[in-house]
């Protein structure tokens, strides 16, 4: 692996998403900043050749050019505030998560006003993809430092578009996460409907993927379906919530109908309430099941515990 050959780099926020990007930044020869407030994530970084900083003043003293991937508005305005309070020269900030536009707009105006640049780049993928590189960004804010940058997002993405003017890569993204709000649902509901007809949720997976109805969400979360195990989620759906929350927001300050997106809404709202929140967005499949009524078997696994199987051919 070569190493720092490409300049420094910072990574605010280690999880999913952000510690993916740290990874692959590293492997890719550049010298990586990291810094997360659980540290567990730092540690789990730090393994992977990310030099982790004390907080993101400290960061930002030390890379010219930051990635942040973070939960919420809250941490979003923290850590921007910090990034302030460092008094470094003009530092190229790259927004990558999901947020309503007037966080984003509040994060750039105090940025540009302490000399700063901030990109608006939400990345559409999940966490599964993040790890392959098999995510897209969505730039907006800058076409000479999104340009100056590719090799940068080509060492955790397998591409970028420039959507022009601040905030497009966001409005992209709203359209986009729309759409995988409603194929996830729609998974979970062609997956139930399979499985109470009494056909394996293999064999489901299998003939819907080499058919017409098959979508790169169904191929992505279908599989946690077949195996009812929503554990190692690659998009946790109490984060998720916040996405649907930014999207719903803004199609209806744009008067846009959106019956479909809506009618996922009380689906994940049930997941959180049924104790998934934790769990990948695939659990909406858990809930359709308890609607349909339908109990899979459970069968020893080869370390004593039971997990779920679905019911033989022919059940209900």
Not at 25 to 45: E, K, P, Q, T
Not at 55 to 79: C, V
Not at 80 to 97: D, H, L, N, Q, Y
Not at 235 to 246: A, C, L, P, S
Request: charged residues 20%; aromatic residues 6%; hydrophobic residues 50%.
């Amino acid at each position: 692996m070569a190493l720092n050959r490409r300049g420094a780099v910072g990574v605010v926020g280690l999880g999913i998403m952000g510690g993916a990007f740290a990874r692959h930044l590293v492997a890719a020869g550049w010298r990586v900043f990291g810094h997360d407030i659980a540290a567990a994530r730092c540690r789990a970084a730090a393994r992977s050749g990310v030099e982790i900083a004390a907080d993101a003043s400290a960061l930002a003293r030390k890379a010219p050019t930051i990635i942040l991937s973070l939960p919420n508005p809250g941490a979003l305005a923290a850590t921007v505030a910090a990034i302030v309070k460092a008094g470094v020269p003009r530092r190229v900030v790259i927004e990558a998560s999901t947020f309503a536009l007037d966080d984003k707009e509040a994060a750039d105006a105090a940025l540009r006003q302490a000399g700063h640049v901030l990109l608006d780049c939400p990345v559409s993928g999940t966490g599964a993809q993040a790890k392959v590189k098999d995510v897209v960004v969505y730039a907006s804010g800058g076409a000479g430092e999104i340009r100056r940058l590719k090799p940068l997002f080509a060492s955790f993405s397998r591409a970028v578009h420039d959507l022009g003017a601040f905030g497009n890569g966001s409005r992209m993204k709203y359209v986009a996460n729309l759409l995988v709000a409603i194929h996830n649902v729609a998974s979970a509901e062609a997956m139930v409907l399979g499985i109470k007809a009494g056909l394996p949720p293999q064999r489901i997976y299998d003939l819907v993927k080499a058919g017409v109805g098959t979508s790169r969400v169904f191929e992505l979360r279908a599989p946690m379906m077949v195996n009812d195990r929503y554990d190692e989620p690659t998009m946790e759906i109490k984060t998720w919530q916040k996405d649907m929350e930014v999207i719903g927001g803004y199609a209806h300050t744009l008067g846009a109908p959106t019956p479909l997106f809506t009618a996922t809404l009380p689906i994940y709202a049930a997941a959180i309430a049924s104790g998934h929140a934790a769990h990948d967005t695939a659990a909406v499949c858990a809930v359709l099941e308890a609607m349909a009524g339908i109990k899979r078997r459970r069968a020893k696994t080869r370390h004593g515990k039971r997990r779920r199987r679905s019911p033989a051919l022919g059940a209900a």
